[in-house]
């Protein structure tokens, strides 16, 4: 049944190897971790800046906070009003607070910044070696030129249309081309890796001051820590956004199929389409 030869619907191939599922399902749990202890850090100070400023009479680029009466959101001149659920809230207890991220959102779900910036950093420890060591592996199993780099003519404007014409439509893969990563798939694991990934950790060395004392280039990589914490909250919600997309994806290809191969590793090729 698991014959590789014919790329026949109901063919089984093995589509992910024991390293991939490992990395996949061990970030899956440091990434919620990461984010939601980043949350609560915000909480300590919701306002983010560009340069060297950051004082409370600073101007914001972006700011969570609240009114004597609603909870907001302003982003430069752009102000949304976001009573229960940013800003102001009303927590488990029935008392209303005035943080800029609900407690369901954060670790802790208390107010703690030394608690979080714990669970941040261990977890920021366990996401680096592990990528580190997934990238080793990658590198000697050829895991990147074999299966995410684009091939001749994937990225042709006709070819890229084509692709978010079907994504858009949900006439995704089947068949034999289901069983490799299409080009936007290959697009958008590449960005993560090579330019989320590198600008979220060097922006969060950034914000170190033992590091601003080891490495000064840093800060200056970013025109300053304030810059540096911007980019690494932009990064933050844009690989927030990377996940959810990837779960809607996940649930329109089939979701039980796709556990399945990022579980077992075996994945089982749908019917093609008439």
Not at 16 to 35: C, E, F
Not at 120 to 142: D, E, K, P, T, V
Request: contains cysteine; aromatic residues 10%.
């Amino acid at each position: 049944m698991r014959d590789a030869a014919a790329g026949m619907a109901g063919e089984w191939r093995l589509r992910h190897r024991w390293p991939t599922r490992i990395w996949h399902w061990a970030n899956a749990v440091i990434v919620i971790v990461m984010l939601m202890s980043g949350l609560m850090i915000f909480n300590a100070h919701p306002r983010l800046y560009w340069g060297q400023y950051g004082a409370n009479a600073d101007h914001a680029w972006l700011e969570i906070g609240s009114t004597p009466t609603q909870g907001i959101l302003r982003i430069g001149d752009v102000m949304v009003p976001t009573t229960g659920v940013l800003g102001r809230w009303t927590d488990g207890d029935g008392m209303v607070q005035t943080r800029a991220f609900p407690g369901w959102a954060t670790i802790p779900t208390r107010y703690s910044l030394s608690a979080a910036r714990r669970w941040h950093l261990a977890f920021a420890w366990a996401f680096a070696i592990g990528g580190a060591a997934y990238a080793a592996w990658c590198m000697a199993r050829g895991h990147l030129s074999r299966d995410l780099l684009p091939r001749r003519g994937e990225l042709a404007p006709g070819h890229l249309w084509a692709e978010i014409t079907a994504h858009a439509r949900l006439r995704l893969a089947k068949g034999e081309a289901a069983a490799r990563y299409n080009i936007l798939q290959k697009l958008s694991y590449l960005a993560v890796l090579f330019g989320l990934l590198p600008a979220m950790l060097l922006s969060g060395l950034a914000m170190s001051p033992a590091m601003d004392a080891a490495w000064p280039w840093l800060v200056d990589l970013f025109a300053g820590r304030q810059s540096a914490r911007s980019v690494h909250f932009i990064c933050a919600m844009l690989i927030l956004a990377f996940v959810l997309v990837h779960l809607a994806m996940v649930a329109a290809a089939g979701p039980v199929r796709e556990l399945r191969a990022m579980i077992g590793g075996w994945y089982r090729l749908p019917e093609e389409r008439a």
